[in-house]
C-alpha cells in the first residue's frame, strides 16, 4: 500500500499585521479538518509558521486528489470567515481564486506532496517558510543531496554514491510547468548555474539515482504569478524523506545553520537571512526576518507520530543569534543596492509606478 502526504499551506488571516494566527481561527480550521475528513484521511498535523497555517495530512488517494484538496481549502474558507469575525489583517489573503476547481494548485495555497511505499522506519521532515519564496529551499538541498562536504553520505554511503536527480522549475514560465531534469554529480555545475538565481529556478523535487525514489517534494507557486500582482511572499513548504538511501537528518538540516540570503522581509521586497525557528513560531523584526520551521516525525501504516521540533535544540539558539544580526546589518543599508530584491521582483510593487512617472521628467544633455 502507497502512502501520501499532503502539506497545503496558506496565510487566511493574524493577529497585529503579519505576526501569527489567532487561536480561534486555528480551532476554526481544526475543527472543519476532525469533523469533516471521515475516513478520507488517515491522519493529520496541524501548525503555523508566521502568519501562516499548514494542514499535513496522510492518505492513501495520492497526490493532487480533488477531495484532499477540497478539505484543505474548505478548512481555510471556514477559517477565513473566523479571521474576518475576529478582524484579523490579511483574512483570505492566500485564496486568490472565488471558487474550488479540484486542486488547490495554482489558487493560492503552497502544496507539497509525496507517495512512497512506507519503509519499515519512515523517518520524514516538514519545513515551512515564511516571509521568504520558494527558492529559499535551493541552497539547503543543493547542499544536502550533492555537496560531500556538507553530506559525507555521498562518499560513505553506497547507495547514495549513485547521486540524486534533480527537477527544477523555470517559476517566470507562467504558460505552463517548464522542467529540467539533471543529475548529480555529472551535471552538478549546471545545476549551481540555475540554483544561483532562485527568483526563478526552483527545485520541485529530488529522487534517489539509486532506487528511483522520491525524496523531496517541495512547493513552487509564485503568488504574483496568479494574482498578476503582488499579495505577499509565497511562504513554501517542503517534505523531506531522512535516512538509509537519502541523507541523515543532520545532513538535511546542517544548511540551515548558515542563515544564508533570501528574497522576504518587509513588503516581500528585502533580502534578509534565514532564520531556522521553533515550531510555531510568530514573525516580528521588519516583518521577519525570514524564518523556516522542522518538524520531525516517524510514521507507520499513515499514521504519525508527534512532531519533534528539530530546530529547538540549544545548537540552533547560537545560529539564532548570529542570524539576527547578520538581518540588522542588512538592515543599516535600508533601501540600497543589494539589500532590496532586483526590480524584476519589485514590478508588482508601486515602485514601478513612481519609476514610469518620474521618466517624463528627465532630460538629455546636448
Known amino acids: 500500500m502507497k502512502t501520501t502526504l499532503s502539506v497545503i499551506k496558506a496565510d487566511i488571516g493574524s493577529i497585529g499585521g503579519h505576526i501569527c494566527p489567532s487561536r480561534q481561527l486555528l480551532d476554526s480550521v481544526r475543527n472543519h479538518i476532525e469533523e469533516n475528513a471521515g475516513d478520507l484521511i488517515i491522519d493529520h498535523y496541524l501548525s503555523f509558521t508566521g502568519d501562516d497555517i499548514a494542514i499535513l495530512m496522510t492518505h492513501t488517494h495520492g497526490p493532487g486528489h480533488d477531495e484532499i484538496h477540497r478539505l484543505a481549502w474548505d478548512a481555510f474558507l471556514a477559517g477565513t470567515e473566523t479571521a474576518r469575525r475576529q478582524g484579523l489583517y490579511g483574512a483570505g489573503q492566500d485564496l486568490l481564486k472565488e471558487s474550488f476547481s479540484g486542486n488547490v494548485k495554482g489558487m493560492g495555497p503552497a502544496v507539497a506532496e509525496l507517495e ?8 520524514f521532515l516538514f519545513f515551512a517558510a515564511d516571509k521568504t519564496d520558494p527558492g529559499a529551499y535551493n541552497l539547503p538541498l543543493y547542499l544536502a543531496f550533492a555537496d560531500p562536504m556538507n553530506t559525507p ?3 560513505l554511503a553506497p547507495g547514495m554514491s549513485r547521486g540524486f536527480r534533480f527537477v527544477v522549475m523555470d517559476v517566470g514560465h507562467t504558460e505552463g510547468d517548464r522542467v529540467i531534469e539533471l543529475n548529480t554529480p555529472e551535471d552538478l555545475y549546471d545545476l549551481a548555474a540555475l540554483l544561483r538565481d532562485p527568483e526563478r529556478y526552483v527545485i520541485e523535487s529530488v529522487w534517489s539515482r539509486d532506487t528511483g525514489e522520491q ?5 513552487t507557486s509564485r503568488l504574483h504569478n496568479i494574482a ?9 513548504v517542503m517534505l523531506v524523506r531522512a535516512q538509509k538511501m537519502f541523507p541523515a537528518t543532520g545532513e538535511i538540516l546542517a544548511p540551515y545553520a548558515i542563515g ?3 528574497a522576504g522581509g518587509m513588503r516581500g521586497s528585502h533580502q534578509m537571512p534565514l532564520m531556522p525557528v521553533g515550531l510555531n513560531s510568530g514573525i516580528s523584526y521588519f516583518d521577519g526576518p525570514p524564518v523556516v520551521s522542522c518538524a520531525a ?3 507507520h501504516e499513515g499514521r504519525l507520530t508527534e512532531a519533534v521540533d528539530a530546530f529547538a535544540h540549544p545548537f540552533w539558539d547560537e545560529v539564532r543569534n548570529r542570524v539576527a544580526g547578520k538581518a540588522m546589518e542588512m538592515r543599516r543599508q535600508g ?13 508588482y510593487t508601486g515602485i514601478m509606478e513612481k519609476l514610469e512617472a518620474l521618466q517624463p521628467r528627465f532630460t538629455v544633455r546636448g
Open 297 to 299: 516525525f516517524a510514521m
Open 153 to 155: 553520505g555521498l562518499i
Open 335 to 347: 533601501f540600497v543596492g543589494a539589500a532590496m530584491l532586483p526590480m524584476s521582483e519589485l514590478e
Open 116 to 123: 512512497f511505499e512506507e519503509r519499515p522506519n519512515e523517518p
Open 228 to 236: 498578476g500582482k503582488y499579495t505577499g511572499k509565497d511562504d513554501p
Open 260 to 262: 544564508h540570503f533570501v
Open 215 to 219: 525524496a523531496v517534494a517541495a512547493s
